[in-house]
């Protein structure tokens, strides 16, 4: 059985505020509290599955975790298909596979514009996924995934607002979960990316290449499991930059951004059909936007 494996949520680059134009440089959207529950089970096989996501960023908050006024309020939703393969053959011990992720969106940011359509293509020539071991007396499963975004998406020098980020990255993850009681589970997905230089950045910015810092970022759960078919518990997830952002080649100090979030969440299966919830609250925020954001995932596996 075949457990999802890798999202991206593509909600707006939005490069006319000015925060963002002389002081920041906007991370591109990426797999914030997408995946949860059971999310480092998985076997031979192929997995399908369609994820919808909802977002209403009310605020634009500064390094000290300030709102910026003039800053609107941002909504956003967006479908993502998933397809991932996972052959019988072991490299390494793991079932080796590949993936891949293609999302469309649509984002409106009030003042500052409004745009739909494609984001960028997720692909991963190169997964392992380990059979469940024990550390101890706790099982765990685990998995390793080497992720690229390819920059096809919806993006233009004219628009204050784009889909895509005009821009390549790296973004390979680990994920793993763990069963420390009968009925208890624990999920971590940890993240590292990369981003490749922008040499078309929006007009807005008044740029001639922007690109952004590199990022550690997280999901995490713990659920309880309520008979043979039900898990419930909380899930949440946490992003931090960890070097500045660049324009014209030239650091930006003091811009990394920052957000953490958490909120209730469930997983109920009936055969090989998946079906998820999630809903998030965020906090801790810096440089970016802040608001609440729900989850809705099926998914069937082959």
């Not at 075949?2 to 991370?27: C, D, G, M, W």
């Not at 009030?110 to 996924?129: E, H, K, N, R």
């Not at 309880?224 to 650091?251: C, E, M, S």
Request: no cysteine.
């Amino acid at each position: 059985m075949l457990k999802p494996l890798q999202y991206v949520l593509f909600l707006a680059f939005i490069s006319s505020v000015s925060l963002v134009a002389q002081t920041h440089v906007a991370e591109p959207a990426v797999n914030l509290g997408d995946t949860s529950f059971l999310d480092g089970i998985a076997g031979p096989g192929v997995v399908i599955e369609e994820i919808g996501d909802g977002a209403h960023e009310g605020t634009v908050v500064d390094g000290y975790g300030r709102p910026i006024a003039g800053a609107g309020a941002t909504n956003s939703i967006s479908e993502l298909t998933h397809i991932a393969w996972l052959a019988h053959k072991r490299i390494l011990g793991g079932w080796y596979g590949t993936e891949v992720v293609a999302a469309a969106a649509h984002v409106n940011a009030g003042s500052a514009g409004q745009s739909g359509g494609w984001g960028a293509l997720t692909v991963s020539p190169f997964i392992l996924q380990w059979s469940e071991r024990k550390i101890g007396k706790v099982p765990i499963d685990q998995r390793v995934v080497f992720d690229f975004d390819l920059p096809v998406g919806a993006y233009t020098r004219s628009s204050a607002v784009n889909i895509g980020a005009n821009a390549f990255t790296v973004h390979p993850y680990y994920a793993v979960t763990a069963f420390p009681l009968k009925r208890i589970e624990t999920s971590w997905r940890v993240h590292y990316l990369w981003n490749s230089t922008n040499d078309s950045p929006p007009i807005a910015t008044g740029a001639q290449s922007t690109q952004a810092g590199k990022v550690v970022h997280f999901n995490a759960t713990t659920a309880y499991n309520f008979g043979k078919h039900l898990w419930i518990g909380p899930n949440a997830y946490y992003l931090r930059q960890i070097t500045d952002g660049r324009v014209n080649g030239v650091p930006l100090r003091n811009s990394p951004e920052q957000v953490g979030a958490i909120g209730p969440g469930m997983v109920w299966n009936s055969g090989k059909w998946f079906f998820y919830a999630n809903g998030y609250h965020e906090l801790g925020v810096k440089n970016r936007p802040e608001g609440n954001k729900l989850v809705l995932r099926i998914e069937k596996t082959f």
